[in-house]
């Protein structure tokens, strides 16, 4: 089937945010299950222990709680407090596998909520303001949107191999990567893409792939900050894909140190 998918549907970050919130109640049900049975026991060793414990979860999902409230506001443009930045991509990086399974038990379509996910992260990523230098700017994508009939091996090295026929986007990358100055591989896979992360040791990496590879990506890579750019597919998935090559550059702008900040 053809998929449709175009650069132009948003996806919708309150989807994400929303399960987000459903996971924490779900979360906070079963700790309060938790506390509820072991109530006689704990008063058993000690008449503090259910107040102690009570106590420490009430504290760790009001801090989830203040972390999701981070995350809504960071989308609403307000102010986001720095010492929560850090902890708020960790949180929707853990709650990710709890909000997918809430999705799939409410019905909705997984690749939806991956790309509700993939904006949020990518918003939060910029509202921390992280730049860094070209060179340690890695960016990775599919072999896929290399042209099914290019003779030329471009995994690995395709600053030297690719040709730039213009037959496909990988061209236009290379020259994207030649003008900026940041590195640029074509992988095969999720193992592939973790040995350049290695092989590169980034401060930041730029992602070009579908919805369920970049989140896996996006959670294979942490704590290193990933942005993600979705693909285009006009061909279906993993065949001929393209990519909005203005939006990887602006994507690539705002995670590079102006020249004079080097
Ligand atoms: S742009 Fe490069 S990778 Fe794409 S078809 Fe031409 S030579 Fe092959």
């Known amino acids: 089937m053809v998929d449709r998918m175009h650069v132009s549907e948003r996806p919708r970050k309150r989807l994400f945010i929303a399960l987000l919130s459903v996971s924490l109640l779900v979360m906070a049900f079963l700790a309060w299950a938790v506390w509820r049975v072991s109530y006689l ?82 918003q939060i990523i910029h509202q921390q303001h992280i ?3 070209a060179d340690r700017l890695l960016v990775v994508t599919p072999h896929c949107l290399q042209l099914a009939t290019c003779p030329h091996k471009i995994t690995r090295d395709p600053m030297a191999n690719c040709q730039r026929c213009g037959g496909c986007d990988i061209g236009a990358l290379t020259a994207l990567a030649e003008e900026m100055g940041f590195h640029f591989f074509v992988v095969t896979g999720g193992t592939l893409a973790r040995q350049t992360v290695k092989k590169i040791r980034p401060k930041a990496v730029l992602a070009i792939a579908c919805e369920r590879d970049l989140t896996s990506g996006i959670q294979d890579v942490y704590p290193l900050p990933a942005v993600g750019v ?30 004079e900040e080097k």
């Open 131 to 133: 730049k860094v230098p």
């Open 41 to 122: 026991g704990l008063r058993e060793i000690s008449s503090y222990l259910p107040l102690v414990l009570g106590i420490l979860f009430a504290g760790v999902f009001l801090a989830i709680g203040i972390g999701i409230a981070g995350i809504v506001g960071a989308i609403l443009g307000l102010p986001f407090l720095s010492m929560f930045q850090r902890r708020t991509y960790a949180l929707i990086n853990l709650l990710f596998p709890i909000a997918i399974m809430l999705g799939k038990i409410f019905g909705f379509n997984r690749r939806k909520i991956e790309r509700s996910f993939i904006e949020v992260s990518n």
């Open 230 to 259: 979705l693909n285009i597919r006009p061909n279906g998935p993993c065949y001929n894909t393209h990519v909005d090559i203005d939006l990887v550059r602006q994507e690539i702008q705002k995670l590079l140190l102006d020249k």
